[in-house]
C-alpha cells in the first residue's frame, strides 16, 4: 500500500516547529533507514543544522518584508529612503536662531555722537556662549541706524560727554563655517558626491574651478530659483530693500542627506558637449542661417537656455575641482543658548564707511569695544526624533503635497520648515470659532537649550509665518501663538509583595513609569491616568495600586501656566481632558514621580 503523502506545512518558520516537522517527516518516511533520534546523535545535529538554517531565512525574510514598508519599517536609515520616495525631505541637523544684542564705543564730537566712528558690522562675524555653541550673524548690522539706542558712557571732569554708547540689535544663526574640495574626474550622469563632514546644516555655496556657480534647487526638474538682488531705487528702498527675481539655472544639484551624511546629487548633462549638435547645441557661427525673401536673419538653433527645456536636469561637473561652503554644528554641543549666554566675541567684521579720513587709533578702539549678549533665549535646536514620529512626518507630508488645506497640511508643513529658519518641536493647529473668516490658531513649542519644551522666540514665529505664506489658502488667516507646557507630578500608593525588599519595588515602579513615559505627547492629547496603573502592574513583585495622584507643578525651574487637574478628569476617574493649546510634560522624572509601597 502507497504511503500517504502528508503536505509540507510551510507556517513553520521559527527554530523548534522546523526540527519538528523534520523529526516527523524522518520517522513517516525514513522508519526502517533511520532510528536514532539521541539528542546527542549525529542526525540529530544534521537536523539542528537544517533547522538552524531555516530559522535564519525566515528571520531575514521577515525582516526584509517589514523594511520594505514604512509602516512596518525598523532601521532609521530605511525610513529615511521610504520619506524621499513619498517627496519628503529628511533634515537632521538644526539650527538654532534669534536676535542678539550688540554694544560698541564711539566718541563724541562735542555734545553729539561722531556717528563717523559708527562701523557696520558684516554678516559672516562670528560670536559663542559660555559652552562654545558658534553663532554667525545673519545680517549687517548698522550702528549709524538713526533708530538705535544711544546712551552717554562716560564723561569728563566737566560733565561734557567723552564716548558714547550704541546699542543695535542682528540675527544670528548658530554653526561653524566649513569648506571643503572635491576633485571631480571623468563626466558620470547623475553625480553624486559625499561631503566628508558631518552633521552639516546647509550647503552655502558650490564653485568649480572654473568660477561656475551651482545652485541648490529642490528638485533636478527645477529650472530657476529666486534670488534677492539691491533694490537701488531711491524713492521705495525704505519699504523694500532686496527685489525678488528668477534666476535660470543650468548648473544646479539636490543635497541629500541621511542620519549624519550629506549627499550632493548633480544632473545628467555634460559642460563638454556644448560643441555636440546631437546633444542640443551648436557652434556660434552656425547659428546664423542665410534666409531668402526677408530682411533679417534670425535662428534660435543656439539657445543658451535649450539646456533648461532638455531632459537631462542640469549640468553634472567633470574633470574640475569642486569648492563646498557649508555650515554645521558641533554634535557634542546644544546651540540652544539660555538669556544673557551668548557673549563671548570670536571674529567680528567691521567696515567704516569713512575709513579714510578717520583716526586708525579710535577706530580700533571702536572695534575693541564690542560687545555681545542676547536678551531673549536662542532656539531652534532640538533632540533627533524618533522612528515613530519620522513616520508621521512622512505620511503628512505626503498628503500635504506642498500646500496647505487642512490643519494637518498646516502641521505637516511647520515640520518641514527648513531648520535654519527654527526647529518646531510640537506644533498644533486649531481652527479659530470665534473668527467669522478661515482664521486658524497655530501653537507652537521649541526645545530649550535645558532640553525641555519652551515658547518660541518672535524670529521663529516670524520665519514659521513666512514659510507658512508660500503654501497656505488664498482666503486663510492664520495666527501663530505660544503654547503652553503643563508640568506635573506623579504620586502613587501600591502593595508589594512579602517576597521582595520594598526599596528594590520601588525602585522599578518609578524606572517603569519613567520608560512608559519618556515620549513626549502631542497638544491636547489626552492623559490615561490608567496607563500608570498598566505600568504599575508590569513591576516583578507589585501586587495592588492603591491610588495614583497627578499634581501640576509651577513656578520656579517648571513653567508658569497653572492647570486644575482635578476639574479636568473624568468623571470615573480614568482619565484627564488636556485642552487644544496644552502639551503635559514629566519635566524631572528623578524628582517627580514618588511612590509608597506598602
Known amino acids: 500500500m502507497a504511503k500517504k503523502i502528508i503536505p509540507i506545512k510551510y507556517t513553520s518558520r521559527d527554530f523548534n516547529s522546523i526540527k519538528s516537522d523534520l523529526i516527523e517527516h524522518a520517522k513517516r518516511y525514513y522508519e526502517t533507514s533511520y532510528k536514532d533520534f539521541n539528542e546527542g546523535s549525529f542526525g540529530s545535529l544534521m537536523l539542528d543544522s537544517v533547522a538552524y538554517i531555516g530559522d535564519i531565512l525566515s528571520f531575514y525574510l521577515d525582516y526584509q518584508a517589514n523594511e520594505s514598508f514604512l509602516e512596518t519599517a525598523g532601521e532609521f536609515d530605511n525610513i529615511i529612503k521610504h520619506g524621499k520616495q513619498m517627496g519628503y525631505r529628511f533634515t537632521s541637523d538644526n539650527s538654532t536662531t534669534g536676535i542678539a544684542t550688540f554694544f560698541i564705543s564711539i566718541p563724541a564730537n562735542g555734545l553729539a555722537p561722531n556717528l563717523a566712528y559708527a562701523p557696520i558690522l558684516k554678516k559672516g562675524s562670528t560670536f559663542s556662549t559660555f559652552?562654545?555653541?558658534?553663532?554667525?550673524?545673519?545680517?549687517?548690522?548698522?550702528?549709524?541706524?538713526?533708530?538705535?539706542?544711544?546712551?552717554?558712557?562716560?564723561?569728563?571732569?566737566?560733565?561734557?560727554?567723552?564716548?558714547?554708547?550704541?546699542?543695535?540689535?542682528?540675527?544670528?544663526?548658530?554653526?561653524i563655517l566649513g569648506f571643503e574640495t572635491v576633485t571631480v574626474g571623468e563626466y558620470e550622469r547623475f553625480k553624486k558626491i559625499k561631503l566628508q563632514?558631518?552633521?552639516?546644516i546647509e550647503v552655502l555655496s558650490v564653485y568649480d574651478a572654473e568660477g561656475n556657480q551651482f545652485y541648490e534647487v529642490d528638485y533636478l526638474s527645477q529650472n530657476f530659483i529666486f534670488k534677492s538682488v539691491s533694490n537701488r531705487n531711491v524713492q521705495d528702498a525704505s519699504l523694500a530693500k532686496e527685489i525678488l527675481k528668477p534666476f535660470l539655472v543650468p548648473r544646479r544639484f539636490v543635497v541629500e542627506k541621511e542620519l549624519v551624511d550629506t549627499y550632493l546629487q548633480f544632473g545628467a548633462s555634460s559642460d563638454i558637449i556644448a560643441n555636440d549638435n546631437t546633444n542640443g547645441f551648436a557652434e556660434p557661427t552656425r547659428a546664423v542661417l542665410d534666409v531668402y525673401g526677408k530682411d533679417y536673419i534670425s535662428s534660435d538653433f543656439y539657445d543658451p537656455t535649450r539646456i533648461l527645456n532638455s531632459d537631462k536636469m542640469g549640468v553634472a561637473p567633470s574633470n574640475t575641482t569642486l569648492t563646498v561652503t557649508y555650515r554645521y554644528n558641533d554634535v557634542n554641543i546644544n546651540t540652544n543658548a539660555a538669556t544673557n549666554t551668548l557673549i563671548l566675541v570670536s571674529n567680528p567684521l567691521f567696515e567704516f564707511i569713512q575709513r579714510a579720513s578717520l583716526s586708525d587709533v579710535l577706530?580700533?578702539?571702536?572695534?575693541?569695544?564690542?560687545?555681545?549678549?542676547?536678551?531673549a533665549p536662542l532656539i531652534g535646536d532640538m533632540t533627533i526624533i524618533n522612528s515613530e514620529e519620522l513616520k508621521k512626518?512622512?505620511?503628512?507630508?505626503?498628503?500635504?503635497?506642498?500646500?496647505?488645506?487642512?490643519?494637518?497640511?498646516y502641521e505637516s508643513l511647520c515640520y518641514t520648515m527648513p531648520n535654519k529658519y527654527g526647529s518646531i518641536k510640537r506644533v498644533n493647529v486649531v481652527k479659530d470659532n470665534d473668527s467669522l473668516k478661515r482664521n486658524l490658531n497655530i501653537y507652537v513649542l521649541c526645545q530649550g537649550a535645558d532640553g525641555f519644551l519652551t515658547a518660541p522666540n518672535q524670529t521663529v514665529?516670524?520665519?514659521?509665518?513666512?514659510?507658512?505664506?508660500?503654501?497656505?489658502?488664498?482666503?486663510d488667516t492664520i495666527d501663530i501663538l505660544d503654547g503652553k507646557v503643563v508640568n506635573y507630578s506623579i504620586e502613587f500608593t501600591a502593595v508589594g509583595s512579602?517576597?521582595?525588599?520594598?526599596?528594590?519595588?520601588?525602585?522599578?515602579?518609578?524606572?517603569?513609569?519613567?520608560?512608559?513615559?519618556?515620549?513626549?505627547?502631542?497638544?491636547?492629547?489626552?492623559?490615561?491616568?490608567?496607563?500608570?496603573?498598566?505600568?504599575?502592574k508590569k513591576v516583578e513583585g507589585l501586587i495592588d495600586v492603591v491610588n495614583v495622584v497627578l499634581e501640576t507643578k509651577v513656578g520656579g525651574s517648571y513653567s508658569d501656566t497653572s492647570f486644575n487637574i482635578k476639574e479636568n478628569t473624568s468623571p470615573d476617574g480614568r482619565y484627564v481632558n488636556i485642552p487644544k493649546n496644552v502639551v503635559m510634560e514629566l519635566k524631572f522624572p528623578a524628582d517627580d514621580i514618588k511612590g509608597t509601597i506598602l
Open 131 to 175: 559652552n562654545g555653541a558658534k553663532f554667525i550673524l545673519n545680517e549687517d548690522v548698522r550702528f549709524d541706524n538713526p533708530n538705535n539706542e544711544i546712551r552717554v558712557l562716560k564723561t569728563d571732569d566737566n560733565g561734557a560727554p567723552v564716548t558714547y554708547a550704541i546699542k543695535a540689535k542682528g540675527l544670528v544663526v548658530s554653526g
Open 461 to 475: 514665529k516670524n520665519n514659521l509665518k513666512t514659510w507658512l505664506n508660500n503654501s497656505k489658502m488664498l482666503n
Open 498 to 536: 512579602n517576597e521582595r525588599p520594598k526599596y528594590d519595588i520601588l525602585t522599578d515602579a518609578i524606572n517603569q513609569i519613567k520608560t512608559d513615559l519618556s515620549l513626549l505627547p502631542d497638544f491636547g492629547e489626552t492623559f490615561y491616568i490608567t496607563s500608570i496603573f498598566n505600568s504599575l
Open 197 to 200: 563632514q558631518r552633521n552639516i
Open 363 to 375: 577706530m580700533t578702539n571702536v572695534i575693541n569695544s564690542i560687545e555681545v549678549t542676547n536678551e
Open 393 to 409: 512626518r512622512i505620511e503628512n507630508s505626503f498628503a500635504t503635497q506642498g500646500r496647505a488645506v487642512t490643519e494637518s497640511d
